[in-house]
């Protein structure tokens, strides 16, 4: 093991509840993760010592809750390559990140006779918003299909994209079958054909290393939550140049320049696209959950991951009633599991797995024609993060069997 688990999971005191009698068996890292005390602790310390708006006042406490708040975005910045802070704007989550882009960039550059490629492992989230730009500029939205193993079909990808098209909006870790997509290769076709690549890192950001640089993308987003950090708070990335030239989405405080009864100008970056008074604790407490990721090293996190997916595809093979959703093989793959039962519905299974304080994820996982395109209506699916063990995988199968004799006695 790449990580000590053990002093990990010391961090993360939800990992110490009960659900009934059984010991909680966190799989549903995908949908959201565990929190450690160090971000609760960042939470309650700006709330308790230093809590007051930031960028607006000369007193203490809103000079150091401006400090917290722009070295949060700076921890950011580093932790994804961003050649600086101001390329980092804070938004809700990963769905406002690219709603910013689709309004603020798409509207602006947009119009028929355009077209935006996507994939067909995208989220809702980067693939409603890319509709709606469609039918708002009367561009067109075509999409990447996958091979049979659950791969994207990169020979189809080269021939899609075409001087024709705008934008390239990826998943980089698919949060369905744990494929991860050369976004790199992908930014290449775009960029040779003029046009830009929004990276969707809603997955990749917490569980591998992520360099802006390196992909070279135009656009990254991804949510806190999903990587120690708090809800309600997320990133876009954009390169600088692009971000400067885009107007504003919202518009009101904090994201002016001057104000006249007629007329205003905008502030410079990143403030521009952060209109109001921000999300300061969250982002402060995403500082403190980048700290922590770094402090392990995301290299780390990356191979503990892919050692515990090598243990668990190992096992669900044992499982003559199971298929996985997405590569079988452990290359290029994340620690996602998506899996149907022959005989057992998802629901049942998952409701099954509760009692025994297993917590997997089912249902569509916000990728309704993804999912369907398997020809099921709904999966399973367990996830793991820097907390989970191997015991855990052999609780989760052991939970499946259990439930197969109950339902199937
Ligand atoms: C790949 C991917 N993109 C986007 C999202 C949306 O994230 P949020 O709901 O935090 O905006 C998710 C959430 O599951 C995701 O897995």
Redesign the pocket.
Known sequence: MTLDVEKIRSDFPILNRKIGEAPLVYLDN??TSQKPCQVIEALTDYYSRYNANVHRGVHTMSVEATEAFEAARTKVAKFIGAPNPESVIWTR????AINLVAYSWGDANLSAGDEIVATVME?H??IVPWQQLALRTGAELKLIPRTEGGRLDMEAASSMISPRTKIVAA?H???VLGTINDVKALGKLAHDNGALILV?A??SAPHMPVNVEDLDCDFLGF?A??MLGPTGI?VLYGKRELLEAMPPWMFGGDMILTVSYEDASWNDLPYKFEAGTPNIADAIATGAAVDYLSELGMENVRAHEVDLTAYALECFAELEQVKIMGPLDNADRGGIISFTHDTLHPHDLGTALDRMGIAIRTGHH?AMPLVRSYDVVAAARASFYIYNTPSEVDALIAGIKETERYFLK
């Open positions: 995908a949908a989550n990963i769905s406002e989220h989230s980067d998943v870790m698919s949060s969707d809603a997955q949510s939550h999903k997320g916000c």
